[in-house]
């Protein structure tokens, strides 16, 4: 009787963790409903997770750097009005605090400022040494050496001359530079499209090893100039778009940016074919995992668009005055 029952408490018990999990799954916005699908890639050999976008054309360097970013310098601009002021305030602040005990000529202090006043706001400078030395009236080997030294102040990253910079600055000294760096320089489009495959056979290393390193990049600052002067921007996805079209509401779900999740092909036949016992229950495992999550993701579908049109059938007098 007394292990029936503890069997019966495991059951319950056990149910009710994935209930909790499930549930969560479903109160996740857009963004951490990617960030938790990228990370059950990580640690789940079987899942394959592929981020969603546009196959028609292929991604350019912008669009990669918008992957990071959430969005592109043109659409900032706007935002970007509002901030300046704060941000160049304490950006100077920053910068002077961290050069204080630097040997720093008029020459220099020139250089400084304008490179200050001239930062983006992503924390990049976009404008090369030549061009700053010509409007400034200074040889280029002062610039060159100025921004060698800007380029060591805290948050790494700043002065950047780019997206790839950027990363590149923050893996110096890491274990894996060599790598981190290889990929930063030839394979950021591929991080992009979610081609683990092309990177793992361009640098010759396993696929559990790529995602490691994809997850190492992905938790680098593409911005690092964020929250500085202000609060880091907050960027808000819909779940869902409502059309209001020849008298019917349509509804769509806004989620094919956050990618498709599949099982690995590869491991599965690896642990059909396993001989070792531990290997095929720990390849078992990861696929239960593996097809739980793909169910709670596809019951987080058919949960928001059943509410939707449950709000909509309620509210319809409501919602039709306010597009009519």
């Known amino acids: 009787m007394e292990i029936k029952t503890g069997i019966s408490l495991q059951t319950k018990q056990q149910l009710s963790q ?21 990370n059950e890639e990580i640690e789940n050999p079987l899942v394959e997770y592929t981020s969603g976008k546009e196959e028609a054309a292929p991604i350019t360097y912008k669009e990669t750097e918008r992957f990071y970013n959430g969005t592109d310098r043109d659409e900032r601009r706007e935002n970007e009005l509002y901030e300046i002021e704060d941000s160049e305030k304490s950006l100077e602040d920053l910068v002077n605090t961290q050069l204080q005990w630097e040997q720093i000529g008029e020459t220099e202090r020139k250089i400084v400022d304008f490179c200050i006043q001239s930062l983006e706001q992503s924390g990049y400078l976009m404008i090369p040494p030549k061009d700053i030395a010509k409007d400034l009236g200074v ?24 997206l790839e910079e950027c990363l590149l600055m923050q893996v110096r000294g890491m274990d894996e530079e060599e790598l981190l760096s ?14 683990i495959s092309t990177i793992s056979r361009g ?25 500085i002067g202000g609060e880091k921007a907050q960027y808000i996805l819909p779940d869902v778009i409502l059309e209001f079209q020849d008298g019917q509401w349509n509804i769509e779900l806004n989620d094919k940016w956050t990618g498709n999740l599949q099982v690995s092909d590869f491991y599965i036949h690896m642990m059909e074919t396993a001989q070792d016992e ?19 993701v596809e019951q987080r579908r058919t949960t928001i668009l059943g509410i939707t049109r449950e709000i909509l059938k309620r509210q319809e007098d409501y919602s039709s005055e306010k597009v009519s």
């Open 18 to 38: 994935l209930q909790v999990e499930s549930l969560n799954i479903l109160a996740m916005s857009m963004t951490e409903l990617k960030d938790f699908l990228q």
């Open 278 to 296: 531990e290997l095929k229950s720990y390849f078992e495992n990861k696929l239960r995992r593996a097809r739980f999550i793909m169910n709670a």
């Open 139 to 162: 040889a280029e080997e002062q610039v060159e050496e100025v921004l060698s030294m800007l380029k060591e102040l805290e948050p790494q990253g700043l002065f950047a001359s780019g």
């Open 182 to 195: 290889d990929i930063i320089r030839n394979h950021l489009q591929d991080i992009a499209e979610g081609k």
């Open 203 to 227: 640098l010759k290393i396993s696929s559990a090893e790529v995602r490691k390193l994809i997850h190492v990049i992905k938790n680098l600052n593409p911005r690092p100039l964020n929250g």
